[in-house]
């Protein structure tokens, strides 16, 4: 038979209150007879010389002390059971409430919340159960996100992708050098396929406890500025202006070299996103005692202030409309602060709107890089 914590709780009370009353009425019967006795000798020996049967024993007088010790013990002993009882069924509560609360958590109602009464080892579960609570709920609701961003995402190219087939197939398009530029197209539109999956590949490794970074040596003025030249095409097309600025002459630095272009490239790309013609995106080296400090600042849309503290969370949209318009899925900040803390740094931002953002990486000289055992191909 099925037993619960409160009526455990009682039944072990009722034992301890029964047994310690028990021993104490049996004590006290037991020494009774001796205490009266010795009051007896004490009354003697003072010169008071009371009748021979006056304090016998068996005398009515002693079994009526014994009969009040007895209702006495009865009488504590139901109010000791009331008691307990009373306060088992106060000190149980948050335990069914918490019980009631897991399961409405375990069939998906990730919205259930106990509220907080204690400050004892209940009140931490309680506080720890709605921790999780809120945690499901927002892990909850980023895949649901993440189903709609890539449903959106990847439906656009290949619609597009589709559309150039069927035109191809139907002999729509003709001529050789349209022929050429359709399917140039249909090759852009499956590299954003692959860089969508690539995305999602990546932050799902290197959310992984395991993921490790590869460092070496690098000259980091140098190594910047290639990647640079690379997305300058991009850059050149929108009339966007991308500069690179260093305020001394960088020393070597120890960080994973594809890693740090990943960075960088989703941060350029990023500020590329919100430009207009005309403006201008600049990178900027600062190296000191401390570390290496990496900005990236555009002269964009700029963020809203109340958006700001959640710009590094996955799946995660400033704008719906506008970052539909640019694409995305909305990891690429997520992949940057995961990379980034790899390398034990950290990365801030500052952002007004209408004046733009400025993301700045901290790289520290001391932070302790672990090798990964199978170091992955460059990007």
């Known amino acids: 038979m099925k037993q ?52 016998h024993p068996n005398d009515e007088f002693v079994r009526t002390i014994q009969n009040s010790i007895l209702y006495t013990g009865i009488g504590a002993a139901f109010g000791a059971i009331l008691f307990s009882a009373v306060s088992i069924k106060y000190l149980t509560g948050p335990v069914h409430r918490l019980i009631r609360a897991t399961k409405e958590i375990a069939q998906g109602n990730y919205h259930e919340r106990v509220p907080v009464e204690t400050e004892d080892e209940i009140g931490e579960l309680t506080a720890s159960l709605n921790t999780m609570a809120a ?16 449903a959106h995402e990847l439906a656009t190219p290949l619609t597009s992708i589709s559309g150039y087939l069927e035109a191809l197939t139907d002999n729509v398009i003709e001529g050789e050098t349209k ?12 590299q954003r396929l692959q860089t969508m999956l690539e995305e999602v590949r990546t932050l799902a490794a290197v959310e992984e406890p395991h993921y490790h970074i590869d460092p070496t040596s690098e000259k ?13 095409p991009l850059f050149h097309r929108k009339k966007v202006a991308l500069i690179l600025e260093a305020e001394a002459p960088i020393p070597d630095f120890t960080l994973d070299k594809n890693r740090y272009k990943q960075i960088l490239v989703n941060l350029l790309n990023n500020a590329l996103k ?4 005309r403006q201008s995106v600049v990178v900027k080296l600062q190296n000191d ?33 506008r970052t539909r318009a640019t694409g995305g ?22 952002s007004k709107v209408g004046e733009g953002s400025s993301f700045i990486l901290e ?16 990007l």
């Not at 001796?34 to 009748?51: C, R």
Request: no cysteine; aromatic share 8%.
């Open 4 to 55: 619960s914590l409160q009526s455990k709780l009682l039944l072990s009370y009722i034992v301890i209150i029964l047994m310690t009353l028990f021993l104490v009425s049996y004590f006290t019967d037991l020494q009774i007879e001796q205490h009266i006795a010795t009051f007896y000798d004490q009354l003697k020996n003072a010169g008071f010389n009371p009748p021979e049967g006056m304090l």
């Open 135 to 150: 945690s499901l709920e927002s892990h909850r609701h980023l895949q649901k996100q993440l189903i709609t961003n890539v």
């Open 179 to 190: 022929r050429k530029d359709t399917l140039l197209l249909m090759q852009e539109e499956a």
């Open 220 to 232: 980091i003025e140098e190594l910047t500025e290639k990647i640079i030249k690379q997305l300058q």
């Open 274 to 277: 919100y430009s207009s013609s």
């Open 289 to 321: 005692k401390t570390g290496l400090t990496v900005e990236v600042k555009d002269q964009g849309d700029g963020i809203p202030e109340a958006d700001l503290p959640y710009i590094f969370e996955r799946f995660y949209r400033v704008d719906a409309s």
């Open 329 to 350: 899925l909305g990891i690429g900040l997520a992949i940057v602060k995961e990379l980034v803390e790899a390398h034990g740094g950290t990365v801030t931002v500052e």
């Open 363 to 378: 790289f520290r000289h001391s932070a302790k890089l672990p090798k990964k055992e199978h170091p992955e191909p460059a």
